[in-house]
T-cell receptor, first 115, second 110 residues
Framework: DADVTQTPRNRITKTGKRIMLECSQT?????MYWYRQDPGLGLRLIYY???????NKGEISDGYSVSRQAQAKFSLSLESAIPNQTALYFC??????????????FGSGTRLTVV | SQQGEEDPQALSIQEGENATMNCSYK?????LQWYRQNSGRGLVHLIL?????REKHSGRLRVTLDTSKKSSSLLITASRAADTASYFC??????????FGTGTRLKVLA
């Protein structure tokens, strides 16, 4: 099993629908992140959580919400999807061992299309 | 807004040649990381360099950091077709919240 699992892998949804993207990890990391990737724009941070009771907005949080249900689970919701939320979404995890150079662990991504 | 900007945006080289890509950033950092992404898949961590380090090596990878110029470079020596990917730098200002650049698309021709 992958260290960081994202579901679904691909999703097509209609404008106005609510959709949830899920992320679970087996790394035991305390920190979890949601990024969005658009062509030519790199990755942009949507939300991040440093532990179960800590939720923080990133640079592009409007139109999104998150829930940290447990240390291992971090879900991203689009309350009312719109076409410009079509993108590749990544969940990532890290812990304080970043100090020792381990970096983020990324999931395989969810390709979301809003029509 | 992006913290890091990679240069060039795209690079095409022959197998066996060296590939160099650069990252410039705007604000002071604690450390900088480089990641590889294969064709729309998840990013893979390559190397981390701290602000008090000037150079690090990992296999065929060499990373340099110049904090006075707010720039870093990633050198891949003796490139292989399997190195074809996008490469991203990511910077941390001390919050463990990394900001990614826009990436360099590397194509290694066999």
């Amino acid at each position: 099993d992958a260290d960081v699992t994202q579901t679904p892998r691909n999703r097509i949804t209609k404008t106005g629908k609510r959709i949830m993207l899920e992320c679970s990890q087996t790394k035991g990391h305390d920190r979890m992140y949601w990024y969005r990737q658009d062509p030519g724009l790199g990755l942009r941070l949507i939300y991040y959580s440093f532990d179960v009771k800590d939720i923080n907005k990133g640079e592009i949080s409007d139109g999104y919400s998150v829930s940290r249900q447990a240390q291992a689970k971090f879900s991203l919701s689009l309350e009312s999807a719109i076409p410009n939320q079509t993108a590749l979404y990544f969940c990532a995890t890290s812990d304080t061992s970043t100090r020792r150079g381990n970096g983020y662990t990324f999931g395989s991504g969810t390709r979301l299309t809003v029509v | 807004s992006q913290q890091g900007e990679e240069d060039p945006q795209a690079l095409s080289i022959q197998e066996g040649e060296n590939a160099t890509m650069n990252c410039s950033y705007k604000t002071s950092i604690n450390n900088l990381q480089w990641y590889r992404q294969n064709s729309g898949r998840g990013l893979v961590h390559l190397i981390l360099i701290r602000s008090n380090e000037r150079e690090k090596h990992s296999g065929r990878l060499r990373v340099t950091l110049d904090t006075s110029k707010k720039s870093s470079s990633l050198l891949i020596t003796a490139s292989r077709a399997a190195d074809t990917a996008s490469y991203f730098c990511a910077t941390d200002a001390g919050t463990y919240k990394y900001i990614f650049g826009t990436g360099t698309r590397l194509k290694v021709l066999a």
